[in-house]
Every structure is written in structure tokens, then in C-alpha cells.
T-cell receptor, first 115, second 113 residues
Framework: DAGITQSPRYKITETGRQVTLMCHQT?????MFWYRQDLGHGLRLIYY???????DKGEVPDGYVVSRSKTENFPLTLESATRSQTSVYFC??????????????FGSGTRLTVV | DAKTTQPNSMESNEEEPVHLPCNHS???????IHWYRQLPSQGPEYVIH???SNVNNRMASLAIAEDRKSSTLILHRATLRDAAVYYC??????????????FGSGTQLTVLP
């Protein structure tokens, strides 16, 4: 089905482990984003990508790594998970220049718990 | 960076109009005003956006003050399905030219039957 999908939907991992959250979109949107949502902070931008092989840091990038070898995929990796990275993670995408002419489309989120 | 201020919560009766306010007194001339809403356990959903003029779509209307320091999202007839957290967001340009959203805490809208 067309859209933006995130996997897994739920994940529990241990402190220190590496974990990768997947994001896939079927529209060939140029822009993709990763946000985390925590109580009291709203949504905060972790990383974004303007195109394949072009990524840039957001507001809270420490402890995260991204890659974008294909336009449709934008995985987010926690290199060594910490309890402070327990959060709900949302992936988003947008075509052309987001904001001016288009809104963003968000995935359903991944709830990550680090124990 | 420009920030937005919204009331933490609002209530409305079903089938009545709802006006959700947002203050953005430090908005710059190139910042777009976006509204999103988030239902429980779902990702944010785009509602509407604008720059200077009022905007209408099938979901809502957006009224932007002449000085652009505030805006109001208008739901013409609230339904129970409109109960959500509504975010007013400014989109500004980054150094590489891309724009990004900065979310605030949003307004929790409760719709009473």
C-alpha cells in the first residue's frame, strides 16, 4: 500500500545495544525526517534528509545515526541505546520544498523502550 | 528560532465551531504557519497551512492576523473525532535551504457530546 510505514511498531531493547528503526515511503518524496516525542517536549527533530545521500542534524542528534542510500528508505540507528532514548519515534516525509507548498506526512510511530 | 504559544487545553461542544488560537510574535517574514493534529497513538496529521492570507480546506480554516503575530485554526463543526492535540508550527529555513518544523506542546481539544 502507498504511504509511509515504520517498523517495528514496538521495541524493547537493553542499554548498550544497537537498534535500528526503519522508515519506508512509497511516494519518492525528496525530504524525510526523524522526530522523537517525549512528554513535556513535544516533537523534536533528530535528523533530516533532503535527498538520497544527503542528511543533516536536527535539534537532538546525539546518539543517533542515519543513512539514506535509497530515496524511499531512511533508517535511524541508535548506536548504543540509553534509557534517555526511551521515546516514541516518528518518521515523516514531504515532496519538493516542504512547508511552502506542502505539508508533512507522518508515519504511525515506533514506541521504543530501553531497559 | 521563532516559537509558538498555545493554550494547553480547550473544550468544545459537539457540532459547534472551535477557534484554536496560536501566538507567534517572533515570526519572520518567510516563516510558514502550519497546523497539525495528533490523535492518541498516531502520528501527527497535516491540517492546514498559510503564509499571509486566510486559507480554507476541507478540514478547517486558518485565519492569520494582519501582522502575522497570531493565527487561529477554525473547525467549523466539531465532532467527537476532532478530539486531538493540535499543534501550531512555524516552518523556517535551515542553513542548507531546507525547511523544518518545530513543534510546541500543542492544545488538547476535548469535544463534549
Amino acid at each position: 500500500d502507498a504511504g509511509i510505514t515504520q517498523s517495528p511498531r514496538y521495541k524493547i531493547t537493553e542499554t548498550g545495544r544497537q537498534v535500528t528503526l526503519m522508515c519506508h515511503q512509497t511516494w519518492s518524496h525528496s525530504y524525510m525526517f526523524w522526530y522523537r516525542q517525549d512528554l513535556g517536549h513535544g516533537l523534536r527533530l533528530i535528523y533530516y534528509s533532503a535527498a538520497a545521500d544527503i542528511t543533516d542534524k536536527g535539534e537532538v542528534p546525539d546518539g543517533y545515526v542515519v543513512s539514506r542510500s535509497k530515496t524511499e528508505n531512511f533508517p535511524l540507528t541508535l548506536e548504543s541505546a540509553t534509557r534517555s532514548q526511551t521515546s516514541v519515534y516518528f518518521c515523516a516525509s514531504s515532496d519538493l520544498e516542504p512547508g511552502a507548498n506542502y505539508g508533512y506526512t507522518f508515519g504511525s510511530g515506533t514506541r521504543l523502550t530501553v531497559v | 528560532d521563532a516559537k509558538t504559544t498555545q493554550p494547553n487545553s480547550m473544550e468544545s461542544n459537539e457540532e459547534e465551531p472551535v477557534h484554536l488560537p496560536c501566538n507567534h510574535s517572533t515570526i519572520s517574514g518567510t516563516d510558514y504557519i502550519h497546523w497539525y493534529r495528533q490523535l492518541p497513538s498516531q502520528g501527527p496529521e497535516y491540517v492546514i497551512h498559510g503564509l499571509t492570507s486566510n486559507v480554507n480546506n476541507r478540514m478547517a480554516s486558518l485565519a492569520i492576523a494582519e501582522d502575522r503575530k497570531s493565527s487561529t485554526l477554525i473547525l467549523h463543526r466539531a465532532t467527537l473525532r476532532d478530539a486531538a492535540v493540535y499543534y501550531c508550527i512555524l516552518i523556517f529555513k535551515w542553513s542548507r535551504g531546507a525547511r523544518q518544523l518545530t513543534f510546541g506542546s500543542g492544545t488538547q481539544l476535548t469535544v463534549l457530546p
